[in-house]
C-alpha cells in the first residue's frame, strides 16, 4: 500500500511539473495545447472510491489551474474526467477482471482497452475545458477544431509516457 502511494505521489509530482513547466510553454498559435496531467487522473487504481477519486481530480485540476491562473477551469474539467472514468470502467470492466490496487496501464490491460479509455477520457476532458474557457458558442468550430487536436496531441503524449513505463502483464 506504502508503494502504491509513492508511486501515485511521484506520478503527481512528475505529470504536474511537466505540466506546468514544459507544456504550458507548448502549443501552436493558441489552436493546440497538451494536457498530459490527467494521465495521472487516469492511472488511478482500479479500486480507489468514486469519492476519492473526485477529491483527487479536483485537488490535480485546481493545482494546474493555480498555475495556469483560470479560475476553476482545469479543476471543473478534471472532475468531470473523472466521472467519465467512472462510468467508463462500471461499463467496460468487470470486477474481477483486474487487482483492486492495480493501475490502469497499457501491460496490466490491453491495448484494445486502453486506447478508447485514454481517447474517450480525454475528449470530454478537453471539450469540457474549452468550452469552459471560452464560455461561448460564438467560435464553435475553432473551439471544436482546438479541442480535437488538442486531444490528439494530449493522448500522443500519453502513448509516448505509457510506452515509457510499459511492463509486460504477470501471467
Known amino acids: 500500500m506504502i508503494k502504491l502511494i509513492t508511486h501515485n505521489i511521484l506520478r503527481f509530482v512528475l505529470l504536474v511539473g511537466l505540466q506546468v513547466f514544459l507544456f504550458k510553454n507548448i502549443g501552436y498559435y493558441n489552436l493546440v495545447s497538451p494536457y498530459p ?3 495521472f487522473l487516469l492511472l488511478l487504481p482500479f479500486g480507489l ?5 473526485f477529491v483527487i481530480a479536483f485537488l490535480t485540476g485546481l493545482t494546474v489551474d493555480i498555475f495556469y491562473d483560470t479560475l476553476g477551469v482545469h479543476a471543473a474539467a478534471s472532475v468531470f474526467l473523472a466521472w467519465v472514468r467512472i462510468i467508463f470502467m462500471r461499463i467496460t470492466l468487470e470486477a474481477e477482471d483486474h487487482d483492486k490496487w492495480a493501475t490502469p496501464k497499457w501491460g496490466q490491460v490491453s491495448f484494445r482497452w486502453f486506447l478508447p479509455y485514454i481517447l ?5 476532458h478537453h471539450l469540457v475545458l474549452y468550452m469552459m474557457a471560452t464560455f461561448s458558442f460564438r467560435h ?32
Open 37 to 39: 496531467y490527467v494521465f
Open 49 to 53: 472510491s468514486n469519492p476519492a477519486i
Open 120 to 124: 474517450l477520457t480525454s475528449v470530454f
Open 140 to 171: 464553435f468550430h475553432y473551439t471544436l477544431f482546438s479541442t480535437i487536436l488538442s486531444c490528439i496531441f494530449t493522448v500522443l503524449i500519453m502513448l509516448v509516457l505509457s510506452l515509457l513505463i510499459y511492463r509486460p502483464k504477470k501471467r
